[in-house]
């Protein structure tokens, strides 16, 4: 059984390529609802709550849990590997979803935290995310150490995640969306647009809004298929993990399961828990 957390509904996005890419696999989905959105919050309260679902998950019988969430993924997911985890459970283990968007962002693989002698990177990328994860530096350190060249720029995208929760409609996201880009291009000082990194699992349920509102030529970083990718080459080399199953997908949320409909994506019927 492998576990899938976050916040909320975002790492349903994550989730829902993971059961494409494993078809065999039991997966269960913990959405912290009762507590989202992460991004504003404390570092203590993002480890602790993600702590308590990690936990959760792994009293169901998942000994692998993806932080579908790169708010807990940038703020908790050391913390927790190398002190409750470690302290615990030590034959578990806990992923995260920066790790690949690194790998793919640079082409340069997490061993190595060097650039390549012919790294000749001097594109302009930029991190949409939750300010929580631009205040980590998580992305923006592992990228530096990796592609010095990239023209690295960071825009917090404050309340989108909060409006994709609430349900907004799609005009008003169209218009946060927009808002957002606009306030990043100024920042390109010369050197090209050539990528852009959705660096919040809520955000690709927007992809399009961003797709709209980018120039036609920024390649769009897919974190739900980077994040299955990076799991299959996990689990080759980890198989311990890789439980097999029936295909059998379990949701759970800490809020209220008849306010979530609108958010399910068909994937599951949300089961309340209480952590
Ligand atoms: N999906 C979470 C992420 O990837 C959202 C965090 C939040 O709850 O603010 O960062």
Request: hydrophobic letters at 40%.
């Amino acid at each position: 059984m492998i576990g899938v957390f976050d916040s909320g509904s975002g790492g349903l996005t994550i989730l829902k390529e993971l059961v494409k890419t494993f078809p065999d696999q039991d997966f269960t989905y913990l959405g912290d609802h009762a507590n989202a959105p992460y991004g504003h919050r404390s570092n203590q309260q993002i480890v602790d709550m993600t702590t308590k679902g990690v936990d959760a998950l792994m009293k169901r019988d998942c000994r692998l849990v993806v932080l579908a969430c790169n708010t807990a993924a940038a703020v908790a997911l050391r913390t927790i590997q190398q002190g409750w985890l470690a302290d615990n459970i030590p034959e578990n283990r806990v992923l995260g979803v920066l790790v690949p968007m690194v790998e793919a962002v640079t082409g340069v693989s997490w061993h190595h935290t060097e650039p390549p002698q012919d790294n000749k990177d001097d594109r302009s990328v930029i991190l949409f995310a939750t300010k929580k994860t631009i205040e980590s530096g998580a992305y923006r350190e592992e990228v530096a150490k990796r592609s010095p060249g990239v023209n690295w720029i960071e825009k917090p995208c404050p309340g989108l995640v909060d409006a994709i929760e609430g349900g907004a409609g799609r005009r008003p996201l169209a218009g946060l969306v927009a808002g957002f880009v606009d306030e990043a291009m100024p920042f390109l000082v010369g050197q090209p647009l050539g990528s852009v990194v959705l660096g919040c699992t809520h955000f690709p349920l927007v992809e399009d809004l961003f797709r709209a509102a980018l120039p036609d030529d920024a390649d769009i970083y897919s974190q739900p298929q980077i994040v299955a990718e990076a799991l299959r080459d996990y689990l080759v080399s980890h198989p311990e993990f890789a439980s097999g199953g029936t295909g059998t997908i379990r949701a759970f949320t800490t809020g209220d399961p008849d306010s979530l409909a609108v958010l399910d994506m068909g994937l599951a019927n949300f089961e309340h828990l209480s952590l």
